[in-house]
């Protein structure tokens, strides 16, 4: 699926998590994102032994949620979604420069007003991380 997703996200470099929409159905979101050597994080997390902070894997899966619903038609073009609670959040492996972050998202429940989403981050077959987050709309200026 190639997809213009700074069209569907507000979210801009370098803080948009999401390259590719591989697939988007009402079920389940696909996406992938590289981290390269030159994302902004990897100077100041751990120079010697950059890792992927937790945060933005969470903040990638988001972005992988609300693309995907936008894509779909979901959300209107200009509904914005800000995250206002994450919840069963695990770190099952480091990210590191130079992977790939296959997320899979489900879709627990969405309304004109808030989201809530299930996620898994992987790095090929292995979970990276997994979360469920809860995000409230509006519309956007």
Same mark, same amino acid.
């Given at each position: 699926?190639? /997809?213009?997703?700074?069209?569907?996200?507000?979210?801009?470099?370098?803080?948009?998590?999401?390259?590719?929409?591989?697939?988007? +159905?009402?079920?389940?979101?696909? /996406?992938?994102?590289?981290? /390269? =050597?030159? =994302?902004?994080?990897?100077?100041?997390?751990?120079?010697?032994?950059?890792?992927?902070?937790?945060?933005?894997?969470?903040?990638?899966?988001?972005?992988?949620?609300?693309?995907?619903?936008?894509?779909?038609? /979901?959300?209107?073009? +200009?509904?914005?979604?800000?995250?206002?609670?994450? =919840?069963?959040?695990?770190?099952?492996?480091?990210?590191?420069?130079?992977?790939?972050?296959?997320?899979?998202?489900?879709?627990?429940?969405?309304?004109?007003?808030?989201?809530?989403?299930?996620?898994?981050?992987?790095?090929?077959?292995?979970?990276?991380?997994?979360?469920?987050?809860?995000?409230?709309?509006?519309?956007?200026?």
């Amino acid at each position: 699926m190639n /997809t213009n997703i700074e069209a569907l996200l507000p979210h801009r470099s370098p803080f948009l998590f999401v390259h590719e929409i591989v697939s988007a +159905d009402s079920a389940k979101i696909v /996406t992938r994102y590289m981290f /390269t =050597d030159q =994302d902004f994080f990897f100077a100041g997390h751990f120079p010697q032994y950059p890792v992927v902070p937790g945060v933005i894997l969470i903040e990638t899966m988001a972005q992988s949620g609300g693309a995907g619903l936008r894509l779909l038609g /979901t959300l209107g073009a +200009d509904v914005l979604f800000f995250l206002a609670s994450v =919840d069963k959040v695990k770190f099952r492996r480091q990210v590191r420069p130079g992977e790939e972050v296959r997320c899979e998202i489900e879709n627990l429940r969405v309304s004109s007003k808030m989201i809530k989403q299930a996620g898994k981050a992987y790095v090929g077959d292995e979970l990276a991380a997994e979360a469920e987050w809860l995000c409230l709309t509006r519309a956007g200026a």
